[in-house]
């Protein structure tokens, strides 16, 4: 057992583990440890200041859940834009679930937004359903504010063609988020059905679970509903 495993063992929760190991069923329950997020992020913060986490790093792929968020946690931090690059380009690949992907954003990818859309287009691209679940991500977090908007991001991410649940599960909460943040720009894409059917449905679901949806907009997007076989 390595040093890190050792620290992520020492603060297992078994009842957590249990609980964390249903939310990520596509990760098998004896690479879950068991422990909350709270712990591995201020055990990333420990780890940037130690001079061995550069070996935690090139030890891939990782045993355990947890070390992938922990790898996630410490390169999120840094703040040079090509090194951060660099870094993810190594990782995502070994990206096996949703935890992963979505535990941050990196502060260095917001401070750069021009440099970081022909990444982004790359892994959109890519075969790995993580690794274009996190550029989908990085577009719902970043560019649906107005300085970094316009209609291309929106169109991206209606052109990604995927059968691949994680991939389309993000595609429908960026599009309920782009609902919520640019209703003008995104609407259409709602009500000309530009969506594959199931992504639509899902969309429509979520924003009208949103708090930042009116109620006369939920209303409407009722009616864009597809209606059932």
Known sequence: MTPTQEKLFSMQDRTYKVFNAKLIPTVNPDKVIGVRMPQLRKLAK???KNDDTAHFLSELPHTYHEENV???LIIS???DFE????AYQTFLPYADNWAVTDCQTPTV???NPEKLL????EWLTSSEEYTVRFAILQLMNIYLVDENFNQSILDRVCEVKSEAYYVNMMRAWFFATSLAKQYDATIAYISERKLDDWTHQKTIQKARESLRISPETKDYL????KPSN
């Open 222 to 225: 009722k009616t864009l509903k």
């Open 70 to 72: 922990l790898h996630m």
């Open 118 to 121: 022909p990444f982004i287009d």
């Open 83 to 86: 090194e951060a690059i660099k």
């Open 109 to 111: 990818f917001k401070k």
């Open 77 to 79: 931090s840094t703040k």
């Open 46 to 48: 420990e780890m940037i």
